[in-house]
């Protein structure tokens, strides 16, 4: 510190500083007390200049790497020039300016929008109020009518909803972009017409309300084991027996179950010899059966089964393709148990169907009250719990003779009577907000590609970016109102007939569109 040993002056634009060396001042207003050990070291003083007169003092005391000025100066320069630039923003307005020219031509044959512009003219000398509020979201933007020309406005919904940057949006969205900028009397409707008629939006968008198809529950059967549903449980793992599928049967009746080891590949003739050992001998011969195999199958497996048993007789087969989800839930209660109870490598899992059979049948049915051995037998059979509590001598009267019979048509009865009332519970939760559709002879209908196999349909091998429709198809039989038969290709290897469910109606395009590459009723592309 040099100055300590020299006077000097030191000239500032803070007037207050003259009086940082009187001793008053300085004791009792100094903010920084670092100032009491330097200040009277020094021989200074103050003397005021103004900021202006110091330019020298000023202009060092002022970085210039902070003045936004000459920042921008510094990083920016302009190094080359290109026309290009030019030339494509004088195409992009030419071709703006297209669509205007023809809009403003078509404002002359537009009775509507004359008259707007014949009173806009007329109030063209009156003085009119004038807006001074800042630009803000809620201050409306300026927007293009769009004359009464119906090619106009698709021309415009199709720029927005067709093309890539668009990419095909609802009604609602399309709505939203277009109102940003245009208008037109009934705008809404005209783009909810144009998007119902977009094709590439029926086969690519999925049906965002409940299937169609009101419940329609199959018949209570009147008598035990007079109707049966069948189904199998595939791919499990295979055990050491060679059994890789469980065969389920279920009287629709009473419920009760049988569970049978198969495999995958079981033929229509396996599958009868598999009836005719564990159903024809105990309950005799069905006189329908819910299954949802093919035709062909069902045909076969009837014939197998009059050729085991020896019978001469001629018959008929009537074939309905139905669905029975009673199997589908006995299916899920079989799965549940066989959880709990296989090994680590899950290939004992046909050792426990015989335990699973009486766990199942012995379990009182939810909506009944009663267990289907009960409903069956009119008695549940004794389990190891059961045999410590009660007196196996101790028969009960009512499994004697008239009152046995009696008590069992009273079960019966009784049961009947449950499963209508829950079959109408389940009406009314299915039906709500759902419509029935009904299809005749000639329709042309699309068909959903969430059930269909793409090794049957000719899709491809990933049905990620597929189509989520395909068709049309035409329907050929009404088998009923809940399933259809359509004009499926032979060599698809695919069930004609599907569920009212999965499909909708075809509507002939209005207009020329360019969806992508579509699946015929052929199965060509």
Avoid at 67 to 83: A, R
Avoid at 92 to 117: F, G, H, M, P
Avoid at 205 to 217: I, W
Wanted: with cysteine.
């Amino acid at each position: 510190m040099r100055l300590l040993s020299f006077g000097y002056i030191a000239w500032t634009n803070h007037q207050s500083s003259r009086l940082l060396t009187k001793a008053l001042l300085f004791t009792q207003k100094m903010e920084n007390p670092r100032w009491y050990d330097i200040l009277p070291e020094c021989q200074s003083k103050f003397s005021y200049l103004p900021g202006a007169k110091n330019g020298i003092a000023d202009a060092l005391s002022r970085r210039s790497d902070l003045q936004p000025e000459t920042k921008f100066f510094h990083d920016l320069s302009v190094t080359s020039f290109d026309d290009t630039s030019f030339s494509l923003a004088l195409s992009e307005v030419t071709l703006n300016t297209e669509l205007i020219v023809s809009i403003k031509t078509a404002y002359a044959k537009d009775r509507e929008v004359q008259a707007i512009l014949a009173a806009i003219k007329r109030r063209a000398n009156q003085r009119l109020s004038v807006n001074t509020a800042r630009n803000t979201d809620a201050t409306p933007k300026s927007r293009v009518v769009v004359p009464n020309d119906s090619k106009l406005r698709m021309k415009i919904i199709s720029e927005c909803h067709d093309s890539n940057y668009g990419g095909h949006p609802g009604a609602e969205r399309t709505y939203l972009s277009l109102a940003r900028s245009w208008y037109w009397s009934k705008m809404s409707k005209s783009i909810q017409k144009f998007i119902a008629d977009c094709e590439s939006c029926r086969r690519n968008k999925p049906r965002l309300t409940k299937p169609p198809g009101l419940l329609e529950p199959l018949r209570i059967p009147d008598e035990r084991w007079r109707s049966i549903s069948i189904d199998f449980i595939t791919d499990l793992p295979k055990t050491e027996h060679g059994f890789d599928s469980i065969w389920v049967v279920v009287d629709r009746l009473t419920k009760r179950c049988h569970f049978v080891s198969t495999t995958k590949k079981v033929t229509a003739e396996g599958v009868a010899c598999l009836f005719i050992d564990n159903v024809w001998k105990h309950h005799g011969m069905p006189t329908n059966i819910v299954s949802d195999r093919d035709r062909k199958f069902i045909s076969s497996f009837w014939q197998c089964i009059f050729k085991s048993i020896g019978a001469k007789l001629t018959m008929t087969v009537a074939h309905r393709a139905q669905g029975d989800g009673q199997t589908e839930r006995v299916n899920r209660t079989l799965e549940e148990y066989l959880r709990c109870f296989v090994g680590p490598l899950q290939d004992d899992w046909d050792i426990h169907l015989a335990n699973a059979e009486f766990a199942v049948n012995s379990t009182v049915n939810s909506s009944t009250k009663l267990a289907p051995f009960e409903v069956d037998l009119g008695y549940v059979p004794l389990n190891p719990l059961q045999i410590a509590t009660e007196s196996l001598e101790a028969v009960p009267v009512s499994r004697c003779g008239t009152e046995f019979h009696e008590r069992q048509a009273a079960i019966l009865l009784r049961y009947r009577e449950a499963l209508s009332e829950s079959q109408e519970r389940m009406r009314d939760v299915y039906d709500r907000n759902r419509v029935e559709q009904v299809f005749n002879v000639g329709d042309r209908v699309y068909l959903s590609t969430k059930h269909l196999d793409p090794k049957h349909t000719g899709l491809p091998n990933s049905t990620k970016f597929g189509p989520k429709w395909v068709g049309p198809y035409t329907v050929v039989c009404k088998v009923h109102n809940h399933a259809y038969e359509l004009n499926i290709q032979a060599g698809n290897k695919l069930h004609p007939v599907f569920n009212t469910g999965s499909l909708k109606p075809y509507k002939e395009p209005s207009r020329l569109s360019n969806p992508n590459d579509v699946i015929l009723a052929d199965g060509s592309v």
